[in-house]
Every structure is written in structure tokens, then in C-alpha cells.
């Protein structure tokens, strides 16, 4: 995205809207707020999103930033403007959870004053241009991108590769890995296909097509007997049943010709086989999954994948192509019905765990290190079975139609044996069963677990801020705007000549301008969780080890110092009124009734079937979506209905906007 710089802001404001006499936004406040960051909350996603000022995007049309400007009427007290929020707020009079942004008695303050002054005074047609703006932006509106193919992921490769062929070596996983853009791998503007991806790509399909007739048709992959290695009848038939399957969509019949070429070329009748299976699993038809079509014979298919790569995070099913054949995914109706058909399949368990396992992001607790003096008891498959506690909990919730906010209240869990002894609770009979936690280990859903609690930690000891920011990244969809450049974040080493704890070693962050705007915002969350350490175990205080400077057999035999520090979880949500909290089960509760969180759960189930981040353009079927979801007790497969119904509503930008840049 071309971001125009405040002096090419000033410049094509002066060209465009200044006339002699006119005041602009454009040209007077617009530039200040810029300066001062009001952007970083002030968005979409950001920590003030829910507020009445919400920025246009930085790449909006002049026209639309200048209507915003006047639309800020609504902050301004037109009987007494220096009660107005507009000035109360970025001057820090009243609370403001960004703190001071325009110093009290400057040159900026003056030019806020100038333009509070203005809208107090505006015309009845500029007031009315004002409010239309404000109803356009609660509707939402503009074109979202439309998709036409979308990459597989590498699960989903290993997925179709696994229900294509029957084969189960997940090539897939040694291709070169994902990013997470979005907070998820789907996304599209990351799935591009590098030369070593295609390289790759190439390797595994010679592979698999020998592999799949090594024991001659083991698998049933050719719907026919041939009678000699010149069968044309089953040659076409095997084509265009393997094809269909493998593209997710008929065949043309210029594509049965050319495959049926790449077949002649062969002999006997299953090398033919081998190298039109070859073949097709290097084309573009394979690797890319068609989501969105403007040619109403394919439209049924590129529903059936999307059902299938967002519910089941695999190839539709034979039954899914003969529906989409039928014209039984052309409806809302027909959707819903194939949707919940689908929702009762197992298959569904696999699809909810693989959005679970990016959402919650497994790969870091998979990846974790812990100081092993410090925490003997973590090992690779102790965080595996923090995994494992999550894929259950949250099953539980979604399969048993329960309210699926008790993610963040349940006072129960579905630990191991080794979870159990982090939770000082008895193991259970069975591993994943279902235990309660004692009520004064304050332990609440996913706040309490210990996977949350050790993805968010580092290999020595918790980190408030990492805590905070998944929170307010995950849990509520907030972005925090990264550390300016150049900034030192690490904190001071602890010292034994003078321990400190957490929330004292991080004092620097309340107490710097530079640090202070961003850590206010998550530093105070993560304080609320500091009774459990960087694996999740329960403490009353804060322990400290310093080890004495020796080496070999003799660093393994001296005894550490250790030194116990109070702690303070006194704690807040800015951001949030009546926020105040002290453990993981207030921040819970907290959290399961604020807005912001039960419309967060519905954009990160958008974020991951749509494969993109959410745009102004998908306001209603979010709104529809997050009404499904409160109107059903918050059942979680609501928001799946409601968001695949969306397919067949039309909008200006076509059904659920799903984006490519293929």
C-alpha cells in the first residue's frame, strides 16, 4: 500500500479542497493527528476501533478524509466546546487510554481549538453530509476482493494428497514452511508459489504417482478393469474420474484430450495412469483451489471446495461434487443444509483443530524451550499434551453445543497425567478427561491453561507484555502498533544484588513516552496473570534463581539462591470500562461479556475461511454472523452457517469476498 506522506497530504489537500475562506481538515487537523499517531487505535482493528472516531484508511480519497473530519461533530459540545471530547481526549484533560497526544498550550492544541470551533458552527447541509457518512460507515459498503483460486496450504496438501491417493507420507511437510499473516497460514497474499515451492511441488507428484501403483491398483484409483493397455473406454473414464476428483470440478474436454495424449505415451495401461497422475498433481487446476467463478457452471464446484477446505481443510468428497452436480449448493438453502450435513461428519473434528492449532497458535508452544533448573518438569511432550488440552477443551465446547464464551470462563480442563501435575490437581482416570479445577486456583478457560500461559512466556520466566498482547491480538482482534525502530525491548537482566519482579523490572515501560503509549495498552493484562509461571504452574510469588558462576560436574552440584518476590496482579483492560481485574478467571468473565470479544471470535473464524483480514465491504455478513452467534447462546457453528450462507448473497463485491492474488 502507497502511504502518502504528510506533505503530499497538505499538497493535494491544498490542490483539491482549499477555496478561498474554507477551512479543511485536510489541511489543518488531519496532518496533526497523523503526527500524533492517532491512527495506531483509532482503526479498524485497533484498541479504540469500537469508539466513536475511527480513522479512514491511509489510502481513502481525500473527499472521504475531508467528510470524516466534519463527521467528528458527534465529539464536540456545541454549546460549550472546551467540554468536548474532541479536546477533553487528546489533550489528556479527561481519561484518555492513549494518553496525551496534543500537548496542553501548543501550536497544535490551537489548531484542534480552531477546528472544534468550526464544526460547532457547521451549516445544516454539512451536518447532514456528516451523518450520511457516519450511517456509511456502520453499514459497511465498497467492493471486497473476489478470489478465483486459492493455494492449498501444506495441510491441505497433505490432506487432499492423503484422500486423493489413500496416500498417508504428508509430502507436505517438507515443502518450505508457511508464514501467518492475519494470525492464520491460509491467508492468500502469503501462499504465493516460490521456485522452490514449485520445485517441490514437482518432487512430491513423481514421487506419489510411482508410489500410488506399486502394488498394482491397491488403492482403487482406476473405476475400471481394462482389457488391454489400448482401452479407450476405461482410459477416458479413468481421465475424467481422477480429474474430477483431483480439480474438484468436471473436466473440459480439451483437458480429457490432452491427458488422454499424456496417457498414450505410456505403456502398459498403469504407467499410463502413473503419468496422468503426475501430471495433474503438478497443475495449477490441483495446487490451486477455485473459490470464486463469475461462470455460473463452475460457481456449484468452487462451493463445494470452499465448504470442504473450510470445514474439513480437505478435497470436497465424491458426494459434495454429485451435489454441486445437481445444483443442491446453488441456494442459501441448499448451503445450510450441506454445511450442517458436513458439521456432523468427522471429518469436521480435523477442520475445527487445524483453525484451533493456527488461532492458538501451537506451533510456538511445539517450539518452546524452557531453563530446565527452572522448570524440570517441561519437555517436548509436556507441551504436546498443552496441545492435545486445548484441541479437547475446545472440541467439547463446539460438538456438545455449548456457549462457546466459555473459552474464557470454564472452570474446568482436559489435562494428562502431566497436566495434572502443573495443576496440582489428582490425574484423571482416563488422560482428557474432564476435570474441575479448584476454586482457588483462579484457573479460567483458556486464560488458565497452560498452553496460553506458556506460548506466552519466555525460557526463563513470564512476560506480561507477550501475555497482554495475545490477548488483545487474539482474543479481542486489536492491533497494537510495533516498537518504534531503534528501541531497546529488552528488559533489564534480574539482578541479585537487587531482585526485582516483573512488574517492577517493566516499570520502565509506564514511566517512558515512547514506550508508555503502546505497554499501557498490554503491559496492565498481563499483570492480572502473574500468579502462574512461564509453564502455567500456579505461585503465590515470584521465584528467582541465581546459580553461581561454576562449570562441569560442579555447576550440576551447586545449589542455586533463590529468592521469592511478592507479586502484584492488580490489573485493567484499557480500553474497556469496569475492567478491573486480579486473576485469570475475573479477566475471563471480563472478557466472555465484552462486544469486542464476541465479535473477535467471529472475525477469526472470517479471517480463516475468507483466507484475508476483514474489510469494510464484509460489515453486514459479519453483523449477521455475530447475531447468529448471540441469538443461538453462543453456539460456535452458528457463525460456520451464517458465514457459508453468505455465498449466496449478493453484494458489490460478490458473495463472501474471498481474495487471490492469483
Given at each position: 500500500?502507497?502511504?502518502?506522506?504528510?506533505?503530499?497530504?497538505?499538497a493535494?489537500?491544498?490542490?483539491?479542497?482549499?477555496?478561498?475562506?474554507?477551512?479543511?481538515?485536510?489541511?489543518?487537523?488531519?496532518?496533526?493527528?497523523?503526527?500524533?499517531?492517532?491512527?495506531?487505535?483509532?482503526?479498524?482493528?485497533?484498541?479504540?476501533?469500537?469508539?466513536?472516531?475511527?480513522?479512514?484508511?491511509?489510502?481513502?480519497?481525500?473527499?472521504?478524509?475531508?467528510?470524516?473530519?466534519?463527521?467528528?461533530?458527534?465529539?464536540?459540545?456545541?454549546?460549550?466546546?472546551?467540554?468536548?471530547?474532541?479536546?477533553?481526549?487528546?489533550?489528556?484533560?479527561?481519561?484518555?487510554?492513549?494518553?496525551q497526544?496534543?500537548?496542553?498550550?501548543?501550536?497544535?492544541?490551537?489548531?484542534?481549538?480552531?477546528?472544534?470551533?468550526?464544526?460547532?458552527?457547521?451549516?445544516?447541509?454539512?451536518?447532514?453530509?456528516?451523518?450520511?457518512?457516519?450511517?456509511?460507515?456502520?453499514?459497511?459498503?465498497?467492493?471486497?476482493?473476489?478470489?478465483?483460486?486459492?493455494?492449498?496450504?501444506?495441510?491441505?496438501?497433505?490432506?487432499?494428497?492423503?484422500?486423493?491417493?489413500?496416500?498417508?507420507?504428508?509430502?507436505?511437510?517438507?515443502?518450505?514452511?508457511?508464514?501467518?499473516?492475519?494470525?492464520?497460514?491460509?491467508?492468500?497474499?502469503?501462499l504465493?508459489?516460490?521456485?522452490?515451492?514449485?520445485?517441490?511441488?514437482g518432487?512430491?507428484?513423481?514421487?506419489?504417482?510411482?508410489?500410488?501403483?506399486?502394488?498394482?491398483?491397491?488403492?482403487?484409483?482406476?473405476?475400471c478393469?481394462?482389457?488391454?493397455?489400448?482401452?479407450?473406454?476405461?482410459?477416458?473414464?479413468?481421465?475424467?474420474?481422477?480429474?474430477?476428483?483431483?480439480?474438484?470440478?468436471?473436466?473440459?474436454?480439451?483437458?480429457?484430450?490432452?491427458?488422454?495424449?499424456?496417457?498414450?505415451?505410456?505403456?502398459?495401461?498403469?504407467?499410463?495412469?502413473?503419468?496422468?497422475?503426475?501430471?495433474?498433481?503438478?497443475?495449477?487446476d490441483?495446487?490451486?483451489?477455485?473459490?470464486?467463478?463469475?461462470?455460473?457452471?463452475?460457481?456449484?464446484?468452487?462451493?463445494?471446495s470452499?465448504?470442504?477446505?473450510?470445514?474439513?481443510?480437505?478435497?470436497?468428497?465424491?458426494a459434495?461434487?454429485?451435489?454441486?452436480?445437481?445444483?443442491?449448493?446453488?441456494?442459501?438453502?441448499?448451503?445450510?443444509?450441506?454445511?450442517?450435513?458436513?458439521?456432523?461428519?468427522?471429518?469436521?473434528?480435523?477442520?475445527?483443530?487445524?483453525?484451533?492449532?493456527?488461532?492458538?497458535?501451537?506451533?510456538?508452544?511445539?517450539?518452546?524451550?524452557?531453563?530446565?533448573?527452572?522448570?524440570?518438569?517441561?519437555?517436548?511432550?509436556?507441551?504436546?499434551?498443552?496441545?492435545?488440552?486445548?484441541r479437547?477443551?475446545?472440541?467439547?465446547?463446539?460438538?456438545?453445543?455449548?456457549?462457546?464464551?466459555?473459552?474464557?470462563?470454564?472452570?474446568?480442563?482436559?489435562?494428562?497425567?502431566?497436566?495434572?501435575?502443573?495443576?496440582?490437581?489428582?490425574?484423571p482416570a482416563?488422560?482428557?478427561?474432564?476435570?474441575?479445577?479448584?476454586?482457588?486456583?483462579?484457573?479460567?478457560?483458556?486464560?488458565?491453561?497452560?498452553?496460553?500461559l506458556?506460548?506466552?512466556?519466555?525460557?526463563?520466566?513470564?512476560?506480561?507484555?507477550?501475555?497482554?498482547?495475545?490477548?488483545?491480538?487474539?482474543?479481542?482482534?486489536?492491533?497494537?502498533?510495533?516498537?518504534?525502530?531503534?528501541?531497546?525491548?529488552?528488559?533489564?537482566?534480574?539482578?541479585?544484588?537487587?531482585?526485582?519482579?516483573?512488574?517492577?523490572?517493566?516499570?520502565?515501560?509506564?514511566?517512558?513516552?515512547?514506550?508508555?503509549s503502546?505497554?499501557?495498552?498490554?503491559?496492565?493484562?498481563g499483570?492480572g496473570?502473574?500468579?502462574?509461571?512461564?509453564?502455567?504452574?500456579?505461585?503465590?510469588?515470584?521465584?528467582?534463581?541465581f546459580?553461581?558462576?561454576?562449570?562441569?560436574?560442579?555447576?550440576?552440584?551447586?545449589k542455586?539462591?533463590?529468592?521469592?518476590?511478592?507479586?502484584?496482579?492488580?490489573?485493567?483492560?484499557?480500553?474497556?470500562?469496569?475492567s478491573?481485574?486480579?486473576?485469570?478467571?475475573?479477566?475471563?468473565?471480563?472478557?466472555?461479556?465484552?462486544?469486542?470479544?464476541?465479535?473477535?471470535?467471529?472475525?477469526?473464524?472470517?479471517?480463516?475461511?475468507?483466507?484475508?483480514?476483514?474489510?469494510?465491504?464484509?460489515?453486514?455478513?459479519?453483523?449477521?454472523?455475530?447475531?447468529?452467534?448471540?441469538?443461538?447462546?453462543?453456539?460456535?457453528?452458528?457463525?460456520?452457517?451464517?458465514?457459508?450462507?453468505?455465498?449466496?448473497?449478493?453484494?458489490?463485491?460478490?458473495?463472501?469476498?474471498?481474495?487471490?492474488?492469483?
Open positions: 500500500m502507497v502511504k502518502r506522506s504528510i506533505l503530499m497530504v497538505l493535494s489537500a491544498t490542490c483539491v479542497w482549499q477555496a478561498p475562506g474554507q477551512t479543511t481538515f485536510v489541511s489543518t487537523l488531519y496532518p496533526i493527528m497523523q503526527k500524533a499517531g492517532c491512527r495506531n487505535c483509532h482503526n479498524v482493528d485497533g484498541v479504540a476501533s469500537a469508539t466513536r472516531m475511527r480513522l479512514p484508511d491511509e489510502d481513502a480519497p481525500l473527499s472521504r478524509v475531508e467528510v470524516f473530519g466534519r463527521s467528528l461533530v458527534d465529539l464536540v459540545n456545541r454549546e460549550n466546546t472546551e467540554q468536548s471530547l474532541l479536546f477533553l481526549k487528546p489533550t489528556a484533560r479527561t481519561a484518555h487510554t492513549g494518553g497526544r496534543i500537548k496542553p498550550g501548543s501550536p497544535e492544541e490551537a489548531i484542534l481549538k480552531q477546528w472544534i470551533d468550526y464544526l460547532a458552527k457547521m451549516s445544516v447541509p454539512e451536518l447532514e453530509e456528516a451523518r450520511r457518512y457516519k450511517e456509511e460507515e456502520a453499514a459497511g459498503g465498497g467492493k471486497a476482493p473476489v478470489a478465483v483460486l486459492r493455494r492449498l496450504t501444506n495441510s491441505q496438501y497433505n490432506n487432499t494428497i492423503r484422500d486423493l491417493l489413500k496416500d498417508t507420507s504428508n509430502p507436505a511437510s517438507d515443502f518450505p514452511p508457511e508464514d501467518f499473516v492475519n494470525g492464520f497460514k491460509d491467508q492468500y497474499e502469503a504465493t508459489v516460490t521456485p522452490l515451492l514449485a520445485e517441490a511441488y518432487n512430491a507428484a513423481e514421487q506419489l504417482a510411482a508410489d500410488a501403483f506399486l502394488r498394482g491398483d491397491f488403492h482403487g484409483l482406476i473405476p478393469k481394462p482389457a488391454s493397455d489400448n482401452d479407450a473406454a476405461c482410459r477416458t473414464k479413468f481421465i475424467e474420474t481422477f480429474g474430477r476428483r483431483a480439480f474438484r470440478r468436471p473436466l473440459e474436454p480439451e483437458e480429457v484430450v490432452r491427458y488422454t495424449e499424456v496417457f498414450r505415451s505410456e505403456k502398459p495401461f498403469l504407467k499410463g495412469t502413473q503419468t496422468v497422475i503426475e501430471a495433474m498433481l503438478q497443475s495449477p490441483f495446487i490451486f483451489w477455485l473459490d470464486e467463478t463469475p461462470n455460473p457452471k463452475w460457481k456449484p464446484y468452487a462451493t463445494a470452499f465448504l470442504s477446505y473450510s470445514l474439513w481443510n480437505t478435497m470436497p468428497d465424491d459434495m461434487l454429485d451435489a454441486a452436480a445437481r445444483g443442491e449448493l446453488n441456494t442459501a438453502a441448499g448451503i445450510e443444509k450441506m454445511t450442517r450435513e458436513m458439521l456432523a461428519d468427522p471429518r469436521a473434528k480435523d477442520g475445527l483443530d487445524s483453525f484451533v492449532s493456527e488461532w492458538l497458535r501451537f506451533d510456538r508452544v511445539l517450539g518452546a524451550a524452557r531453563e530446565r533448573r527452572v522448570y524440570p518438569l517441561f519437555n517436548p511432550d509436556l507441551a504436546a499434551s498443552m496441545t492435545e488440552e486445548a479437547h477443551f475446545i472440541g467439547d465446547l463446539v460438538w456438545n453445543n455449548r456457549n462457546f464464551m466459555q473459552v474464557y470462563t470454564a472452570n474446568w480442563g482436559f489435562p494428562n497425567s502431566s497436566l495434572a501435575a502443573v495443576y496440582k490437581v489428582p490425574p482416563h488422560d482428557w478427561d474432564r476435570v474441575t479445577f479448584p476454586v482457588d486456583s483462579e484457573r479460567a478457560g483458556l486464560l488458565g491453561q497452560a498452553l496460553f506458556t506460548l506466552t512466556s519466555k525460557p526463563d520466566e513470564t512476560t506480561p507484555t507477550g501475555r497482554g498482547l495475545f490477548v488483545r491480538e487474539q482474543f479481542l482482534c486489536q492491533e497494537v502498533p510495533p516498537p518504534p525502530p531503534n528501541v531497546d525491548t529488552n528488559l533489564p537482566p534480574f539482578d541479585e544484588s537487587k531482585p526485582l519482579n516483573n512488574r517492577q523490572r517493566m516499570s520502565a515501560h509506564a514511566t517512558n513516552p515512547v514506550c508508555a503502546c505497554h499501557s495498552l498490554i503491559d496492565p493484562i499483570f496473570l502473574e500468579k502462574y509461571d512461564a509453564i502455567g504452574e500456579r505461585r503465590e510469588q515470584q521465584k528467582l534463581l546459580f553461581p558462576a561454576v562449570h562441569g560436574m560442579a555447576a550440576r552440584r551447586a542455586p539462591k533463590e529468592v521469592l518476590l511478592d507479586v502484584d496482579t492488580s490489573a485493567r483492560v484499557a480500553g474497556i470500562a469496569n478491573d481485574f486480579s486473576s485469570a478467571r475475573q479477566l475471563g468473565e471480563l472478557l466472555a461479556r465484552t462486544p469486542q470479544c464476541q465479535e473477535c471470535v467471529v472475525k477469526q473464524v472470517f479471517r480463516y475461511m475468507a483466507g484475508r483480514s476483514v474489510t469494510p465491504a464484509d460489515r453486514p455478513a459479519l453483523n449477521r454472523a455475530l447475531e447468529a452467534f448471540r441469538q443461538s447462546d453462543f453456539n460456535f457453528k452458528s457463525i460456520l452457517v451464517s458465514l457459508t450462507k453468505e455465498r449466496d448473497i449478493p453484494s458489490e463485491g460478490g458473495p463472501l469476498n474471498v481474495a487471490s492474488n492469483h
